[in-house]
C-alpha cells in the first residue's frame, strides 16, 4: 500500500496537486492493490476450496475425482469473484483517501513536497492495507470453502460459526450488526444467512453484498454438513439424479 502512496506522490510531482486530483477523480487506480489482493485470493481462496472438498468426501467415506480441471474452475470463480466484487471496491476506498490527502494540501496551500510526503508516509494507507488484508483473507477463504461445497454432489447445510470474543459484532448494543446470535445458524448451502439485528442477508461471512458494517474485519467462518434421508444416506443434488438417470 505504501508503494501506491508513493506512485500517487510521483503524479503530483509530475503533473501538479491540481491535475493528479482530476486523474484520481475520474480514472480507476488500480496500481498495486490488484496484483497483492489477487494472489492472496488464489492462495486462500483454492486452499479452503481443496480443505472443504476433501473434508465433504470423507464424510461420504469414499473416494472422488479431483482433477486439474476442477482446479482450474475454481480458480475462474475465484477470479471473477474478485474482479467483480472486491477489487474495484478496494481500489475505490483508497482513490478516496488519497484524494483526501491532496484536497488538504490544496486547501492548505502545501507545497507539492509536503503534499508528497503525506502521501508517501499517510497512516490511513497503512491501516486500509491491514484492513484490506484482515477482511479479503477471511473472505476468500469463506468464498474458497462455499465453492469447493458446491462441487460437491450431495445436497448440504451450512452453518455460521461465529468468534466468541469482545471484538465480534453484537457485544455491543450499538453495533449494526450481530453475528454472535447468528453462531449456529443452519441454512441450505443456497440460501442465506439473516443477521437477526438488522436483516441482512447473507450467503456467506464477508459477503461483499453486503454492507461493510457486516464484513469489514469481520473473523466468522462457515461449515457445512451433508443433509440426509431417513436412512441416514447422504441425498445426491438433483442434477446429480437426473445425470445418473440419463
Known amino acids: 500500500m505504501k508503494q501506491v502512496g508513493k506512485e500517487v506522490g510521483n503524479m503530483v510531482e509530475r503533473l501538479g496537486p491540481e491535475e493528479a486530483q482530476r486523474r484520481l477523480t475520474t480514472e480507476f487506480i488500480n496500481t ?90 499517510f497512516d490511513g494507507l497503512r491501516y486500509q492495507a491491514a484492513r484490506i488484508v484482515r477482511t479479503e483473507v477471511n473472505r476468500a477463504a469463506n468464498l474458497g470453502k462455499k465453492t469447493g461445497a458446491e462441487s460437491f454432489p450431495y445436497e448440504q447445510n451450512k452453518i455460521w460459526i461465529a468468534t466468541h470474543d469482545f471484538r465480534t459484532r453484537g457485544n455491543n448494543p450499538d453495533d449494526h450488526a450481530d453475528h454472535l446470535r447468528m453462531d449456529g445458524q443452519t441454512v441450505p448451502l443456497d440460501a442465506k444467512f439473516i443477521d437477526p439485528r438488522n436483516g441482512e442477508g447473507l450467503d456467506f461471512p464477508g459477503d461483499p453484498e453486503a454492507p461493510p458494517s457486516e464484513t469489514v474485519n469481520c473473523r466468522c467462518t462457515q461449515g457445512f454438513v451433508g443433509q440426509r434421508d431417513e436412512r441416514g444416506r447422504l441425498i445426491p443434488k438433483q442434477t446429480q439424479m437426473i445425470s445418473m438417470r440419463t
Open 32 to 121: 498495486g492493490i490488484s496484483a497483492e489482493v489477487n494472489n492472496l485470493w488464489k492462495d486462500v481462496g483454492l486452499f479452503h476450496a481443496n480443505r472443504q472438498y476433501r473434508e465433504l468426501v470423507r464424510e461420504e467415506k469414499k473416494a472422488l475425482g479431483f482433477s486439474a480441471q476442477w482446479t482450474a474452475k475454481i480458480l475462474e470463480v475465484l477470479r471473477m469473484f474478485l474482479v467483480e466484487k472486491v477489487l474495484f471496491a478496494a481500489s475505490e476506498t483508497t482513490k478516496k483517501m488519497l484524494l483526501k490527502v491532496i484536497g488538504e494540501g490544496i486547501e492548505q496551500g502545501w507545497g507539492i513536497d509536503k503534499i508528497v510526503d503525506e502521501l508517501e508516509n
